[in-house]
């Protein structure tokens, strides 16, 4: 239940909307359960529904959390060819004196998708298969997308280290 | 060891590192992976700066608990409510 509410809190941002979903996803996946199929991965089920849940009612009552762009995202499995320029390096000497709070934060200015699997992947350990299931799209779209959100994430915390003055050894 | 190993190229770590951080390949191609980087400064180098990150974002980012309270009151809910 403590995995739930966190996710359920990182894509809320608020307490309150956080236990009402936690509590929908319960009682729905009580009045559904016969659509769960035995054997397979019951807190994977119960993050599906709790996401479903989160899109189905949060995304359009509240602020509408900014969505993908997914032709910038387009499979870089395409174009990985050229070697160790393609992706953003940050240092470990820049990032180890951050504190949680200001990870979080950068995490939690994610585009809600890239935030979402992040935590799926990195926080929860969900498989890419399982986390497929969950926000119902295609494995190599859950690794383009992975990606790309660790991109977004570094560049944010690499804003935020310069700002607040560390060092970046490059 | 190398002989096994076919010519050590960038572009094949820029293609698994994820795969591999993120648990996704089996473990001889995993161990294979981690035989061929040790040949190149660069690819080991960038494969612990992102395990680096892989560990940091799971280890920094808060973890934020379900009340005692919110649990008591699904529990509550499901027994008194058992055709909802």
Redesign the interface.
């Known amino acids: 239940?403590?995995a739930?509410?966190?996710f359920a809190?990182?894509l809320t941002l608020d307490?309150d909307d956080?236990?009402d979903l936690?509590?929908e996803t319960?009682?729905k996946a009580?009045?559904f359960i016969d659509s769960y199929q035995q054997g397979t991965n019951a807190k994977a089920w119960l993050f599906k529904i709790l996401k479903n849940g989160f899109i189905n009612e949060y995304r359009k009552k509240t602020k509408q959390p900014s969505k993908v762009d997914y032709d910038e995202v387009a499979s870089f499995?395409d174009t990985?060819?050229?070697?160790?320029v393609?992706?953003l390096?940050?240092?470990?000497e820049l990032?180890?004196g951050?504190?949680?709070?200001e990870?979080?934060r950068a995490?939690n200015q994610l585009p809600v998708d890239f935030k979402t699997i992040?935590?799926l992947?990195?926080?929860e350990?969900f498989?890419?298969e399982e986390i497929a299931k969950i926000i119902d799209i295609p494995i190599g779209t859950v690794?383009s997308r992975?990606?790309r959100a660790?991109n977004i994430?570094?560049e944010k915390l690499r804003e935020y280290a310069q700002k607040e003055g560390f060092k970046e050894k490059r | 060891m190398d002989q096994q190993l076919p010519k050590h190229d960038c572009r094949n770590f820029v293609k698994k590192v994820f795969l591999v951080l993120d648990g996704e390949l089996p473990e001889t191609e995993r161990n294979l992976f981690i035989m061929d980087i040790q040949r190149c400064k660069g690819c080991l180098e960038h494969f612990h700066i992102e395990k680096t990150f892989k560990d940091f974002i799971a280890a920094k980012v808060e973890r934020k608990d379900c009340s005692e309270k919110l649990k008591q009151t699904i529990i509550s809910q499901v027994q008194s409510n058992p055709e909802t």
């Open positions: 239940m403590d739930l509410y966190n809190f990182h307490e956080a236990n936690v509590q319960f009682l009580y009045r499995h990985d060819d050229e070697g160790h393609e992706y390096d940050l240092r470990h990032f180890q951050m504190l949680g709070d990870v979080t995490l992040i935590l992947c990195d926080i350990e498989s890419y690794r992975l990606h660790r994430l570094k």
